[in-house]
């Protein structure tokens, strides 16, 4: 079993940039897939970016396609998503998570995933 815990979050101005870690313990994070998934208050949770097991292929909702770019660092056990160019619709509290099936595709769906992190908030102001 793997443990996770995000940080990095906080208050930032609209085109600003933050970066979201995902530290984790149990288990390296190289045997994972993982993804990075949002929930806005009164909103579902939903995918943002993931990074694939072993090939580290990337895929990211259109929405923040461009803007924000998802990587790890197996030697720090680490995931992390930069965010750039941040709107106010991004305010959200950023989740990650551990998705134990290896596949070289990182799935948006919530359900493909066996571990979450408590998340970190992220507050874009106009």
């Known amino acids: 079993q793997v443990q996770l815990v995000e940080s990095g979050g906080g208050l930032v101005q609209a085109g600003g940039s933050l970066r979201l870690s995902c530290a984790a313990s149990?288990?390296?994070?190289?045997?994972?897939?993982m993804g990075w998934f949002r929930q806005a208050p009164g909103k579902e949770r939903e995918f943002v970016a993931g990074?694939?097991?072993?090939?580290?292929?990337?895929n990211y909702a259109d929405s923040v396609k461009g803007r924000f770019t998802i990587s790890r660092d197996n030697a720090k056990n680490t995931v992390y998503l930069q965010l750039n160019s941040l709107k106010p619709e991004d305010t959200a509290v950023y989740y990650c998570?551990?998705?134990?099936?290896?596949?070289?595709?990182?799935?948006?769906?919530?359900?493909?995933?066996?571990?979450w992190g408590q998340g970190t908030q992220v507050t874009v102001s106009s």
């Open positions: 990074i694939s097991w072993s090939v580290d292929n990337t």
């Open positions: 149990g288990r390296t994070l190289s045997s994972y897939t």
């Open positions: 998570a551990a998705d134990r099936s290896r596949t070289f595709y990182a799935s948006p769906k919530l359900e493909n995933y066996d571990y």
